[in-house]
Nanobody, 115 residues
């Protein structure tokens, strides 16, 4: 059974930083492309960042160099380091694992950027 468990969300002030983690079980982690997506209230889920099994990364246009996705295959974990956070970054952040037409999602972790 595949499990993706996110952690690291919380309340942070504008300009602050958070690091999200997503630990996977039930899959051969190193074979999977991993990604972070987010969904704000009333908006569609959007891509934040992805990292392939080879380590190639992509980012949503809004990231503008503020976020970094990375993975540690020995720990079955993908990270999202978020710096210079803005109120518009407030959303539930979801981890996604994908391979060969199959994908699964974590439950999400709330990130709130506010004074």
């Amino acid at each position: 059974q595949v499990q993706l468990v996110e952690s690291g969300g919380g309340l942070v002030q504008p300009g602050g930083s958070l690091r999200l983690s997503c630990t996977a079980s039930g899959i051969i982690f190193s074979d999977y492309h991993m990604g972070w997506y987010r969904q704000a209230p009333g908006k569609q889920r959007e891509l934040v960042a992805t990292i392939t099994n080879f380590g190639t990364t992509t980012y949503g246009d809004f990231v503008k160099g503020r976020f970094t996705i990375s993975r540690d295959n020995a720990k079955n974990t993908v990270y999202l380091q978020m710096n210079s956070l803005l109120p518009d970054d407030t959303a539930v952040y979801y981890c996604r694992a994908a391979r060969s037409g199959w994908a699964d999602w974590g439950q999400g972790t709330q990130v709130t950027v506010s004074l």
